[in-house]
């Protein structure tokens, strides 16, 4: 199982410093209050015209959620409607919870992350605060609990929604936001199987407003520094985190109870080991759920990313699981979406959501890149064969297109056997063609240098085989390793890790540029023309410069991705998509360091253009396939 974690930490400062001191108002007081919020409601009023409510989703003791049509943009939206005071809190003035409603609605609204729920907008009149949200197409965790026999998540489901929720916790403590109030009702899964935070800045403002217990989280999922009003920090979360996962394996919450004091009792008291309950639940997991429950802070794990990488290690398959949940959600909602659909005719609603990891095509399928392998893999294989046959002068052209357009299909269903298809045709080419104590030499050499890169990277990795069958086809076709490269390079260094990026782009270019040659002589190479072909500067230098390039795009893409997870941006893979067009210019003077000043400007044009091209293959690959990058290789 892949799972994320992220490796940094912070010291998080407590939201609350000290208690919030109130005074009882005066009716007159509280009528001057309101009268000088005017222009807020005038605000809120105009804002809220543009959204026609569709549905009542949800209703509590502490704020309202509408499912209304954006008229403006034609979306769904969700509408938190916050009470600014409880009914029963003498002595909060909506001055002070209107101010701290912006505030809570500002630090949620920075928090952009694929795994927390965005703010749209946010406004405010005399009496409410309204808190508009992206509209998440599914059900919370307590709803789904409720509607799956034994109320419980399988191991790969608790582990996508674990992944989502460290990854969302991570990204927010990063940023010096605390959740405080983690609980199933703030987790909602859409009908993809994706997992979203919402509610982030809630529990301060619940608490500004004088609803729930202390620092507005829910009793049951607070420890007992928050029940009891001391200071907070990450691991206030990493508790209230645990506890949605216990609940969700083992179909209890753990410490639910009636009042604050009632759950602290339960907390000291100690929960019952998971494995009681669920007794193939992995070790590593139980250990992290019974260490993030102890009531005591310090014996909690230092942070959400440590608490994940020990909960999620051995405990189930994401992908799987969001699979799981996306089948589940799809048949406990089919028939609750029908009237919503029915308000909306004239709009199509795409049923996929993108996720920036996965791109546009991978967010549609979990298959996506592999067909790309199986693609490119067809397609040059098919090339490479045609070529052959024509140096053997033995088929018809109707028996080469025949024949190239079959085996094309056969690498195209197994890649890996693309690139062993490659070598074996040309071996076969150069025996039958050449005589035997001169062709001895390139036979035995490209025998060993094929065999050695199949079994370590080709039989194992189609990717690789595809990127050495694409770099073989633009070799052989265009004989000019300046243009045939960069565009293997690129494709390379998107699809590949480690050394097999610049051993396939290589090794692929060398067999290409041997592929060419034989077929310049109807198939015969001797060791002589195989030299001569392989020691030019022209090849030589672009075959060995855009490897190392591979490899460079391949390395600047895992770090990006690496960025990326730990919340930092996607800017880092600007560098990937400037490396080519650098490498062109560079690569084009190192190949003619004596010509510079009166190099042809059709050639400086051919090359920049090369590289541009291959810098706009690989934003279309982040695009189509997104940012996920596997960072193992050999």
Not at 93 to 111: D, N
Not at 314 to 322: D, F, V, W, Y
Not at 549 to 559: C, Q
Request: net charge negative; aromatic share 6%; hydrophobic share 50%.
């Amino acid at each position: 199982m892949d799972h994320t974690q992220h490796k940094r930490t912070r010291t998080i400062m407590p939201l609350f410093p000290s208690h919030m001191r109130t005074r009882v108002m005066s009716p007159q007081e509280h009528a001057a209050q309101r009268a000088r919020i005017p222009d807020a409601g005038a605000t809120a009023a105009h804002l809220l015209k543009r959204y026609r409510p569709l549905e009542t989703n949800t209703s509590g003791g502490f704020g309202m959620v509408e499912i209304c049509l954006d008229a403006r943009l034609q979306r769904r939206v969700a509408i938190k409607r916050i009470p600014l005071v409880s009914p029963d809190a003498a002595g909060i003035t909506p001055a002070e919870t209107t101010a701290a409603a912006l505030a809570e609605a500002r630090t949620a609204s920075l928090l952009s992350h694929p795994n927390i729920v965005s703010v749209i907008d946010f406004t405010y009149d005399a009496s409410y605060a309204y808190l508009v949200m992206e509209y998440v197409d599914g059900m919370n965790l307590e709803e789904f609990l409720t509607g799956v026999e034994g109320h419980s998540l399988t191991f790969d489901e608790a582990a996508t929604i674990a992944d989502a929720l460290v990854q969302a916790l991570s990204f927010a403590h990063e940023n010096g936001v605390l959740h405080l109030d983690i609980k199933p009702a703030n987790v909602l899964i859409d009908r993809n199987g994706h997992v979203k935070l919402a509610d982030f800045g809630m529990a301060t403002l619940t608490s500004a407003a004088g609803f729930g217990g202390a620092r507005g989280g829910t009793i049951g999922y607070m420890p007992p520094e928050q029940l009891r009003g001391d200071l907070v920090d990450a691991r206030t979360d990493v508790f209230a985190l645990a506890c949605v996962l216990y609940e969700a394996l083992c179909g209890t919450a753990p410490f639910r109870a009636g009042t604050p004091a009632d759950s602290e009792a339960r907390i000291d008291q100690g929960v019952l080991y998971p494995s009681d309950l669920l007794p193939d639940i992995p070790p590593s997991a139980e250990e992290a759920l019974l260490a993030a429950l102890s009531p005591d802070p310090a014996m909690r794990p230092v942070s959400i990313a440590a608490f994940g990488e020990l909960f999620c290690a051995e405990l189930g398959n994401a992908r799987e699981g969001k699979r799981s949940l996306a089948a589940i959600i799809a048949r406990l909602t089919s028939d609750d979406m029908d009237d919503i659909d029915a308000e909306q005719p004239t709009r199509a609603e795409r049923t996929w959501e993108l996720d920036p990891a996965e791109g546009y095509l991978g967010s549609r399928t979990d298959y996506a890149r592999d067909a790309l392998a199986a693609l490119v893999a067809a397609s040059s294989v098919a090339v490479c064969c045609w070529v052959l046959l024509g140096a053997t002068g033995l088929v018809t052209a109707a028996g080469r297109i025949a024949a190239a357009l079959a085996i094309g299909l056969a690498a195209g269903v197994a890649p890996q056997l693309g690139s062993a298809l490659i070598f074996t045709g040309f071996l076969v080419t150069i025996v039958g063609a050449t005589p035997l104590l001169p062709m001895l030499p390139v036979g035995a050499l490209a025998a060993a240098v094929g065999s050695a890169w199949w079994l370590v990277w080709g039989r194992t990795d189609p990717q690789a085989s595809a990127c050495l069958t694409l770099a073989c086809a633009l070799e052989a076709t265009l004989g000019d390793a300046m243009l045939a490269a960069p565009l293997a390079a690129a494709l390379a260094g998107c699809t590949t890790c480690g050394a097999a990026a610049p051993s396939s782009v290589g090794v692929g270019l060398v067999l290409g540029q041997l592929l060419r040659a034989a077929c310049a002589a109807a198939g015969a190479l001797p060791f002589e023309a195989a030299a001569t072909a392989l020691a030019s500067l022209d090849f030589l230098i672009p075959a060995i410069g855009w490897s190392l390039v591979a490899w460079g795009i391949s390395a600047v893409m895992a770090w990006a991705w690496s960025r990326y997870l730990d919340g930092r941006g996607a800017g880092a893979y600007a560098l990937a998509y400037a490396l080519p067009i650098a490498a062109s210019i560079a690569l084009l003077c190192l190949a003619h360091p004596m010509e510079i000043a009166t190099l042809p400007t059709l050639l400086i044009a051919t090359a920049v253009g090369v590289g541009i091209a291959s810098s706009i293959m690989l934003c279309i690959y982040v695009y189509l396939f997104g940012y996920r990058k596997h960072t193992t290789g050999v």
